[in-house]
């Protein structure tokens, strides 16, 4: 699941169409605990894992109009999972988003339509190789000084590597529709708690090592198989996903901020043989974020 973006930098890019031109750049540093980290349907199929993730990126704001500005984002991150060894990755990514805030009011909303590409490349897992390419829109509102809500919409697709074996497909070619809607509230002078809730239509991977015989899309993963004791079977169905988090920033000296995050997610499948089945989990995530020109 992808991570709410830290409210230190959300503030800050929201405010591009008041800045001049800007170059920054931004150190990421993330302790992450994932209750389900094998997406597995039964208690069997279940196992956690702790990631090790840290982040370089740039950003570059460009004013293009009196209330107007562009942002293009670059990064490369690397996460190591101290379980299951084979999904540690390198990811590049890139974003480039146009903001607009036609109002001059405080509460004026900021409209965004933004670009994402992601590049991703495992240490053993080649069904998981490739991209992710991202249109999406979204709208924010300061309600009061404190308050501010938002909401959004997207378009994700994923194009897999290759599964490696005769009569299997790539499992992790997949298209979502995403829709969220977010609430920050400022507490006291800088700190900023956070929550989002967000539905996922469309494709999910479910891994079984206890259930075989699915229609539809499938393939067997071998990067989950060790640690879970058997052969897993993962198969791509149309899903409906929840994901709700709650979290809370605190910026610190010099450009330093700390940010906290709990998660919840659930997935159910809507068609095929695995109709009804689901999986659930939660994340806890540290991040420590530096931010500086």
């Given at each position: 699941?992808?991570?709410?973006?830290?409210?230190?930098?959300?503030l800050l890019?929201?405010a591009?169409?008041?800045?001049?031109?800007?170059?920054?750049?931004?150190?990421?540093a993330?302790?992450l605990h994932?209750?389900?980290?094998?997406?597995?349907?039964?208690?069997?199929d279940?196992?956690?894992?702790?990631?090790?993730?840290?982040?370089?990126?740039?950003?570059?704001?460009?004013?293009?109009?009196?209330?107007?500005?562009?942002?293009?984002?670059?990064?490369?991150?690397?996460?190591q999972?101290?379980?299951?060894?084979?999904?540690s990755?390198?990811?590049?990514?890139?974003?480039?988003?146009w903001?607009?805030q036609?109002?001059?009011?405080?509460?004026?909303p900021i409209?965004?339509?933004?670009?994402?590409?992601?590049?991703?490349?495992?240490a053993?897992?080649?069904?998981?190789?490739?991209t992710?390419?991202?249109?999406?829109?979204?709208?924010g509102?300061?309600?009061?000084?404190?308050?501010?809500?938002?909401?959004?919409a997207?378009y994700?697709?994923?194009?897999g590597?290759?599964?490696?074996?005769?009569?299997?497909?790539?499992?992790y070619?997949?298209?979502?529709?995403?829709?969220?809607?977010?609430?920050?509230?400022?507490?006291g002078t800088?700190?900023?708690?956070?929550?989002?809730?967000?539905?996922?239509?469309?494709?999910?991977v479910?891994?079984?090592?206890?259930?075989?015989g699915?229609s539809g899309?499938?393939?067997?993963?071998?990067?989950?198989a060790?640690?879970?004791?058997?052969?897993?079977?993962?198969?791509?169905?149309?899903?409906s996903?929840?994901?709700?988090?709650?979290?809370?920033?605190?910026?610190?000296?010099?450009?330093?901020?700390?940010?906290?995050?709990?998660?919840?997610?659930t997935?159910?499948?809507?068609?095929?043989?695995?109709?009804?089945?689901k999986?659930d989990?939660?994340?806890l995530r540290?991040?420590?974020?530096?931010?500086f020109?």
């Amino acid at each position: 699941m992808k991570r709410y973006p830290a409210i230190a930098a959300v503030l800050l890019l929201a405010a591009t169409p008041a800045l001049a031109d800007s170059t920054r750049f931004g150190l990421d540093a993330d302790l992450l605990h994932d209750s389900n980290a094998s997406r597995g349907l039964y208690d069997a199929d279940r196992k956690a894992d702790n990631i090790l993730s840290a982040e370089g990126s740039v950003t570059h704001s460009r004013v293009t109009g009196a209330r107007s500005g562009a942002v293009f984002r670059a990064g490369v991150r690397y996460s190591q999972f101290t379980t299951f060894d084979d999904l540690s990755n390198l990811a590049l990514t890139g974003r480039a988003a146009w903001r607009i805030q036609p109002g001059t009011e405080f509460s004026s909303p900021i409209f965004e339509v933004a670009g994402n590409l992601v590049w991703l490349q495992h240490a053993d897992s080649a069904i998981r190789d490739g991209t992710i390419a991202t249109l999406e829109a979204s709208i924010g509102s300061h309600l009061t000084d404190r308050v501010r809500l938002g909401a959004g919409a997207a378009y994700d697709q994923r194009d897999g590597g290759d599964p490696g074996r005769v009569g299997e497909v790539a499992i992790y070619d997949m298209k979502n529709s995403r829709l969220w809607a977010t609430l920050d509230y400022r507490l006291g002078t800088k700190s900023t708690a956070y929550g989002r809730i967000m539905y996922v239509g469309g494709d999910q991977v479910f891994n079984s090592v206890t259930s075989s015989g699915f229609s539809g899309a499938w393939a067997t993963d071998p990067a989950l198989a060790g640690e879970l004791g058997g052969v897993v079977n993962s198969y791509r169905v149309d899903s409906s996903t929840f994901v709700y988090d709650l979290g809370l920033n605190v910026p610190l000296a010099g450009g330093h901020a700390l940010d906290f995050q709990f998660s919840y997610y659930t997935s159910k499948a809507e068609e095929g043989s695995q109709t009804g089945n689901k999986y659930d989990g939660m994340l806890l995530r540290a991040s420590y974020l530096y931010r500086f020109q």
